[in-house]
């Protein structure tokens, strides 16, 4: 797990993970993809559902439910409240989408895609920075991690480019 710090206030520690990965796939692409919310089901493999979705010019704010299974069969929905920002003012050559995941339990996520224009195709990368009460960093960090690196893999197999 990467370091982990405690911030102001000693009852929130947090961490940051960051996963770079190349795509097959124009900014252009990727961007429209990470700006769509109902494109995170599946996407993100604990997303099973996208709901609420309100737009405001390049912000949307939507609700997620993400079904955590444990122990194969406990299921749990924990419904989360997303921020989503998308900003494609350095299209064709770069654009970042950003936002916020608030989750009960006092679990917050920052995240940020920065996709930059690579020889063949985007270079993308997708940063996450996790605040969580103690006894939580931990168990949301290996999630968190495990998405990021699945998020990677579905995405590129979404914009692949037949050969």
Avoid: W
């Amino acid at each position: 797990m990467p370091a982990c710090r405690i911030e102001e206030g000693a009852e929130v520690l947090s961490t940051e993970l960051k996963h770079t990965f190349q795509i097959a796939a124009p900014p252009e692409e990727v961007f429209a993809h990470l700006a769509e919310p109902l494109h995170y089901v599946g996407l993100s493999p604990l997303v099973v559902a996208v709901r609420d979705v309100r737009r405001n010019g390049g912000t949307v704010n939507y609700t997620a439910v993400e079904r955590f299974r444990f122990l194969g069969v406990l299921r749990h929905d924990n419904i989360t409240d997303v921020t989503l920002a998308a900003v494609p003012d350095g299209l064709p050559h770069f654009a970042e989408i950003f936002g916020e995941v608030r989750s009960p339990g006092r679990v917050r996520m920052s995240y940020r895609f920065a996709i930059d224009r690579h020889e063949a195709g985007s270079v993308v990368t997708d940063t996450l920075h996790l605040r969580t009460p103690p006894g939580l960093l931990r168990f949301a960090a290996s999630q968190a991690g495990a998405v990021q690196r699945a998020r990677a893999c579905v995405l590129t197999g979404r914009l692949a480019r037949p050969v």
